[in-house]
């Protein structure tokens, strides 16, 4: 992939085979973000998924970012009206699942679009209350977990990773922690890699800190409310202003 995109990490993130860069090949003409779009896929649905969803939303390529039907774009008519920013709630999803996470994450957390993003179930919910004694970044870690992996990876990452919640968001076991060892020297990004939602880091604001010193991340889509991952560490997408309410 390094010989396709500027973004390797970002599409290959969490992927298991060679179909991102199949589908990157054949999203280059749709979209000005096929790395995004086809991060993680392991066919070229999410290509479906973006002309099925062109009509619907300005962000096509973060609806349907390994997409594996047309899903995202039912769960993204559904979730309108809930939250303002519906294409991150339904990215990749499976089904209408992330809008009933998002009204039981709502009383919980500033972004529950970010944590209940492609969740099946309401899990990602109970994840967060399991992680909120372990790390400032609980909405992050858990985002669309499918049990509490995450929490478990991401105490099998510190010490080893700088982006730990980054690295283990969305987990289904202690593998990223493993990838992370095998390909630190090959990339310099392997938190996004290795992440099962490497491709959430694409979700950022436009005004990236001049300290950040990697290459990207691009600005997309401009009014979403999240820097990724983290140009300030100090600053936790997964809160607001209000340390008091994560």
Known sequence: SKDLTQFPPLLCAGAVGEAPAACFGAAKGLTDYP????????????????????????????????????????????????????ALLCSGAASAAPVECFAAAQPLTRYPAMLCAGAKDSTPVECFKAAKGLTNYPALLCAGA?????????????????????????AVSTEPVACHEALRATTGNPDILCSKNGSLKAVTHHNIHSSYPHPYPFPFPHQYPFRYPFPDPNRDPSQGPDPAKP
């Open 146 to 170: 499918e049990s509490l992996a995450p929490v478990e990876c991401y105490q099998a990452a510190k010490g080893i990773s700088q982006y730990p919640a980054l690295l283990c968001s969305g």
């Open 35 to 86: 790395a995004l779009l086809c991060s993680g896929a392991d066919s070229a649905s999410p290509i479906d998924c973006f002309l099925a969803s062109k009509s619907l939303t300005r962000f096509p390529a973060l609806l349907c970012s390994g997409a594996r039907s047309s899903a995202p774009a039912d769960c993204f008519r559904a979730a309108q009206g809930s939250t303002d920013y519906p």
